[in-house]
C-alpha cells in the first residue's frame, strides 16, 4: 500500500511540474524527463531502491563523488582533477585487492566482458594503437627501425623480399640507400641511369658487392667474375677496332 501511495504522488507531482504523469525525475539535474531518456540505477547492492539519472548526469555525479566537490558545481575542471587523483592514490593503495575483485568479477562474467572489451576497442580502435606503439618505443628503442620499416615497406612492397634476402649484410641505413639506387641508378659498372637496377654479390661470400645493371650483372656473371678474361676481351676489342692500348706507365 505504502508503494501504491509513493507512486500516486510521484504522478501528481510529475503531471503538477511537467504536465506528463509518467515522467521521472532526474536525481542529479532534477530535470523531468522521458524513462525512455533515463537510466535505473540500484543505490547499493544491499538496497532494492533505484535511483533515475540521464547517463551524463550519471556519469559526471561520479566523478564529483571521487573528488568530494558538491553536486552543484561539477563541471570544474579542478574537481576533475582531483577526482583523478584521488582515483590514482586509491588505487596504487588497494591494487593487490582490486585486482583480485576485478579477476573474480571478469571470471564470473566472461561473455559480457568479452563483448564490452570489444565493443570498446572498435570506439578507441586509433587511440589504443597510438598509445601501445609508444608504450613499445619507449620499452625498446628498436621499435623505431621498426616501424619505420613497417611504412617503408607499406609504400614499397617490393623492397620487403628485397631487404630479407641482404639483411644479412646490410644495415637498415645503408639498404635505404642501396634500394633507391637501385630503383633509378646509376649502375656501378657503366653508370647506366633510368633502369631498374641488380644488386650484385660475390658468390663465394655472398656478400653484397654493388649495384649492376642487366646487362653488366650478366656479363660479369659470364665472366665468371674473372677481371682478366674481361682485360683479355677489352683488348681484343681495341686491337680488332683500331683503339691504342691504354699505356700503364702512365695510367699508373
Not at 124 to 143: H, N
Not at 176 to 200: F, L
Request: aromatic share 10%.
Amino acid at each position: 500500500m505504502d508503494i501504491l501511495k509513493l507512486e500516486a504522488r510521484r504522478r501528481a507531482t510529475a503531471l503538477a511540474e511537467c504536465g506528463h504523469e509518467d515522467w521521472q525525475q532526474c536525481r542529479f539535474c532534477k530535470r523531468w524527463d522521458s524513462q525512455s531518456n533515463l537510466v535505473c540505477v540500484p543505490q547499493s547492492p544491499n538496497r532494492r531502491s533505484l535511483s533515475i539519472y540521464h547517463p551524463e548526469c550519471r556519469s559526471v555525479r561520479r566523478r564529483v563523488n571521487w573528488a568530494g566537490d558538491e553536486i552543484t558545481n561539477p563541471h570544474t575542471e579542478e574537481s576533475l582533477e582531483r577526482a583523478r587523483a584521488t582515483r590514482r592514490a586509491y588505487y596504487r593503495k588497494n591494487k593487490t585487492h582490486l585486482r583480485a575483485i576485478q579477476k573474480r568479477s571478469d571470471l564470473k562474467h566472461q561473455d559480457r566482458v568479452g563483448a564490452y572489451s570489444q565493443a570498446y576497442y572498435d570506439v578507441y580502435k586509433e587511440r589504443i594503437k597510438t598509445r601501445a606503439k609508444e608504450y613499445r618505443r619507449e620499452q625498446d628503442p628498436s621499435m623505431l627501425e621498426r616501424d619505420e620499416r613497417r611504412e617503408f615497406f607499406k609504400q614499397r612492397p617490393l623492397a620487403r623480399n628485397l631487404f630479407w634476402r641482404w639483411s644479412g649484410t646490410l644495415s637498415w641505413e645503408q639498404f635505404k640507400v642501396v634500394y633507391q639506387q637501385v630503383c633509378n641508378g646509376p649502375c656501378d659498372g657503366c653508370g647506366k641511369v633510368g633502369e631498374r637496377m641488380r644488386i650484385d654479390h660475390d658468390h663465394k661470400t655472398e656478400k653484397f658487392r654493388g649495384v649492376l645493371c642487366h646487362r653488366c650483372n650478366v656479363t660479369a656473371g659470364h665472366y665468371e667474375d674473372n677481371p682478366s678474361l674481361l682485360e683479355a676481351l677489352a683488348n681484343y676489342l681495341r686491337k680488332h677496332n683500331g683503339i691504342a692500348e691504354p699505356d700503364a706507365s702512365n695510367s699508373a
